[in-house]
């Protein structure tokens, strides 16, 4: 039994490390849209902050998990984005968003 731990411990001590550096550079942003063009999409962070991300033709958009090539996040939307610094602007790769339910 003590070396089933011993293995276990092990393994984790091995294995986790890799998950936490997996996304690499990614800058993660969750907030809600304020603003949205064809190009850029403005998000407020829970702290208040404003992000813009620019949006480009390789960008991922999924609306409640499924992913779409039609639908964009509209103003009110709630945004968790994946972006990556390029040129001094944020440009989002992946965009997962979803309309907040009425009270």
Avoid: N, W
């Amino acid at each position: 039994m003590k070396h089933m731990i011993a293995v276990l411990l092990i393994v984790m001590f091995v294995t986790v490390p890799s998950f936490a550096f997996a996304h690499g550079d990614a800058i993660h942003i969750l907030g809600t849209v304020t603003d949205t063009t064809q190009e850029r999409i403005v998000v407020t962070t829970p702290k208040g902050e404003s992000v813009t991300l620019m949006i480009q033709d390789k960008t991922i958009f999924q609306l409640d998990g499924i992913t779409t090539d039609t639908a964009r996040p509209t103003v009110g939307d709630r945004v968790v984005a994946e972006a990556e610094k390029e040129a001094g602007h944020l440009v989002a790769y992946e965009v997962r968003f979803a309309t907040p339910k009425t009270k």
